[in-house]
């Protein structure tokens, strides 16, 4: 199956007219829901202004966070100080196929709103996860949700997806990878607010804390050793992914590497949580 309308997301479509009009709209909503209709306190915002601002030519920066709302993004990027509305400082996102793309209509606004559809369950070869891959290639800033879907319990990190550890390893370029905890955004847009639905428009006066950490370093060359090490007596059943990739690694390789990486942002990311807990109140 072919790339669900690709040709929306493509920065010279129309000029890039309608990309330019709808990432200055949706970011003056988020503004508004983040310091108007709510407070948002931010820790260590510089270090994830810098990083979308001036990082090296042609490197990617891959953003990771919680996910706790339908709201989280675009509002977590709404604070200020944050170029918000600026097109091609933006970020890519990987969205839910089932939620954004229900329709024609809302395909094309994802799509031109730098969103990438992804499909639940499909695994971390499907189609879309190649055009996350390009843009990687290009030095882009991609935002994933690597739990995989909303939770908007007071718990800890869940074992997250494979599928942004892959794009880690695959990518051209190691990209920069920058993990964000957040609070709040469940009470900004509770999934279960009346009759087992979400609200129709954001509520207000909540607050709403963002805990942004720094860099997590991975030798990848390293943990690609390793990850061959441990793997070499494996009696996990196959998933069908490829045999073999450019770097090597067999699908039991590349099973143990995915889930080391994947392993040390969950404990990056709930040690940033913790401290999100104890700190920003």
Not at 140 to 148: D, I, K, N, S
Not at 228 to 257: F, H, K, V, Y
């Amino acid at each position: 199956m072919g790339r669900k309308m690709e040709w929306a997301a493509r920065a010279d479509h129309m000029k890039g007219v309608p990309r330019k009009m709808l990432i200055m709209a949706v970011g003056a909503f988020a503004k508004v829901v983040a310091n108007f209709l709510n407070t948002t306190s931010v820790h260590n915002a510089d270090t994830l202004i810098n990083l979308v601002r001036s990082r090296p030519q042609g490197v990617p920066l891959i953003s990771v966070s919680n996910h706790m709302s339908t709201l989280d993004d675009p509002v977590m990027w709404g604070f200020r100080g944050f170029p918000t509305m600026d097109a091609e400082l933006a970020r890519w996102v990987l969205a839910a196929e089932d939620i954004c793309f229900k329709n024609s209509i809302l395909s094309y606004f994802f799509r031109v709103g730098k969103c990438i559809p992804i499909t639940r369950g499909g695994g971390i070869y499907q189609e879309h996860m190649n055009e996350a891959l390009e843009r990687l290639s290009d030095g882009a800033w991609l935002h994933t949700f690597p739990e995989g879907k909303v939770s908007q319990e007071d718990a800890p990190i869940r074992r997250l997806k494979w599928g942004t550890a892959s794009l880690i390893v695959r990518a051209p370029v190691t990209p920069i990878v920058l993990p964000i905890v957040h609070r709040g955004f469940e009470e900004v847009m509770p999934e279960n607010f009346l009759f087992g639905r979400r609200p129709p428009v954001p509520l207000f006066n909540k607050r709403i804390s963002i805990v942004v950490g720094e860099p997590i370093e991975f030798d990848i060359p390293k943990m690609r050793q390793m990850a061959i090490s441990m793997s070499r007596d494996s009696l996990l059943p196959g998933m069908g992914w490829p045999s073999t990739t450019p770097c090597g690694l067999d699908e039991a390789a590349q099973r143990c590497l995915y889930s080391s990486i994947s392993d040390k942002i969950r404990t990056v990311l709930e040690s940033l949580r913790i401290f999100g807990k104890s700190v920003l109140k």
